[in-house]
């Protein structure tokens, strides 16, 4: 439920603590009072590279607790390269907590959560709560080769089962972690919660359609404002099923849709999601 408590407010923190697991990953510990408690998982941050030569980036907040969050970086361009420079002691405003988060508990008790890349960011504060209320969990993880797996002991330190994949082959089975759902039969899991590229996303949501698995999606997207002001971000979506008129446009169309199936309209990825249900977006 959307509380006042629970608003979005620009946050001056301070790094904390810093850690690079691995070369071209970093995550971000901040000193931050009052963001943990109110944050939803899959919740996300725009942050503000401290020299102000660039504009504000989504990240997911990774790790949510007491006085402290954090956020994982894949250094790609020169604002995640910038905010990946940071050193413990070094100030950094956010913005968050923003978008919706994942509706857990419509996902059942058996789940299986599926990682592609920096993606897992986005994916432990579902599993520390899924946990949490006894679902069991699997976590299919995969990234391009075995040095950019990062962290998949915390989600078996939860009781997830772990199965990976790397494109290269350098761990886990040898391809696009995608391919491990192919071989599940229907139903073989409660509900799946996905984050990755889009490319990973969009193959999640046809095997959850062929598997039978209500899926909940957590879209990766270049944002410009990331607070539902500038439209830069939508995505076309099922329009019966979207509950709030606010925020959403009807498509304009020269003749009426044939099916009720066909009838969309686009939601602002930053505002109403990030988080949409794999079967309702018309991608
Ligand atoms: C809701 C949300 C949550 C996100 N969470 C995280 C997170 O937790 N951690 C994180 O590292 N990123 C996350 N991202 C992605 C992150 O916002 C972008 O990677 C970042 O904005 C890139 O900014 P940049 O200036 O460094 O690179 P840009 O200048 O924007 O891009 C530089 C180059 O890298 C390419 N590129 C951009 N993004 C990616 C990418 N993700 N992967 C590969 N190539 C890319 C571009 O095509 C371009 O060629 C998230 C995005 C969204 C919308
Ligand atoms: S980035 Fe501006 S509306 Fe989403």
Known sequence: MYTL?????????VVSDRREPVPGIVILGLHVPHLASITLPGQFAMVVPPSG???????????AEGERVSLMLVVVGPRTRELAALQIGAPLDLLAPLGNGFELDALGDNVALIAGGVGIASLLLPAQALAARGARLTLLYGARTAAALVDADRFAALGAKVVLATDDGTRGHAGFVTELLRALPKHAFSGLAACGPSPMLRAVGRA???????????????????VGACWGCVVPHAASSV????????????EPPARESDRFCYAR????GPVFWAHELRW
Do not use: M, N, W
């Not at 408590?5 to 923190?13: G, K, Q, Y």
């Open 5 to 13: 408590e629970r608003s979005p407010a620009v946050h001056r923190t």
């Open 53 to 63: 030569e660039q504009a504000a980036t989504a990240l997911g907040i990774y790790e």
């Open 208 to 226: 959850a359609a062929y598997l039978d698995i209500p899926a909940q999606l957590a879209l990766e997207e270049t944002f410009a404002c990331g």
């Open 243 to 254: 509950g709030t008129p606010v925020g959403l446009i009807r498509a304009k169309r020269a």
């Open 269 to 272: 990825i930053c505002k109403e």
